[in-house]
Antibody, heavy 118, light 107 residues
Framework: EVQLVQSGAEVKKPGESLKISCKGS????????IGWVRQMPGKGLEWMGI????????RYSPSFQGQVTISADKSISTAYLQWSSLKASDTAMYYC???????????WGQGTTVTVSS | SYELTQPPSVSVSPGQTARITCSGD??????AYWYQQKSGQAPVLVIY???KRPSGIPERFSGSSSGTMATLTISGAQVEDEADYYC??????????FGTGTKVTVL
């Protein structure tokens, strides 16, 4: 079974750093792009960026460029999303998703809730 | 920045047809994808490359695209189809973007 399993919920203070993970299994992790999507409370989906684990080619949405870092460790089939200094406005659900050859996000992780509050 | 515009809400009676539109300037040259998101759950891909249905998605879901508008049609809507629906595509620079989202109510 193809699946993506994300790390657990996080509660952080403003200014702290954070790295959340997304582990793939059941398919060739290095052969498909992985995307990250933000969903703020009660709001819609926002495309943050994508990474190709095979060579770590990474592309960011202009809205998120410089705000987050997307990375991957292909040796353990895991992609990451990290912040160096969290803000309250980073409070959201974050999803990773595998991007199919046809371009759509066909398999999604269960989501990681990030809460940033003083 | 590029935008994909959807109606905020669509209401339909069970068994009737729901149509959700997605408007974007690049759609004549770029594929549209559609996701269903039920409350508290991760999104699910229901249509890819304008009109193709992934395995496991009911036949009542179909997609089409013409000019600057893509359309998701739910023929014979069921109560379990009540969800938020998002279109998804790329702009001319290759940046992906989600539509504004449509809440579908079946009652």
């Amino acid at each position: 079974e193809v699946q993506l399993v994300q790390s657990g919920a996080e509660v952080k203070k403003p200014g702290e750093s954070l790295k959340i993970s997304c582990k793939g299994s059941g398919y060739s992790f290095t052969s498909y792009w992985i995307g990250w999507v933000r969903q703020m409370p009660g709001k819609g989906l926002e495309w943050m960026g994508i990474i190709y684990p095979g060579d770590s080619d990474t592309r960011y949405s202009p809205s998120f460029q410089g705000q987050v870092t997307i990375s991957a460790d292909k040796s353990i089939s895991t992609a990451y999303l990290q912040w160096s200094s969290l803000k309250a406005s980073d409070t959201a659900m974050y999803y990773c998703a595998k991007i199919a050859a046809a371009g759509g996000m066909d398999v999604w992780g269960q989501g990681t809730t990030v809460t940033v509050s003083s | 920045s590029y935008e994909l515009t959807q109606p905020p809400s669509v209401s339909v009676s069970p068994g009737q047809t729901a149509r959700i539109t997605c408007s974007g300037d690049a759609l004549p040259k770029k594929y549209a994808y559609w996701y269903q998101q039920k409350s508290g759950q991760a999104p699910v891909l229901v249509i890819y490359e304008d009109s193709k249905r992934p395995s496991g998605i009911p036949e009542r879901f179909s997609g089409s695209s013409s000019g600057t508008m893509a359309t998701l049609t739910i023929s014979g809507a069921q109560v379990e189809d009540e969800a938020d629906y998002y279109c998804y595509s790329t702009d001319s620079s290759g940046n992906y973007v989600f539509g504004t989202g449509t809440k579908v109510t079946v009652l």
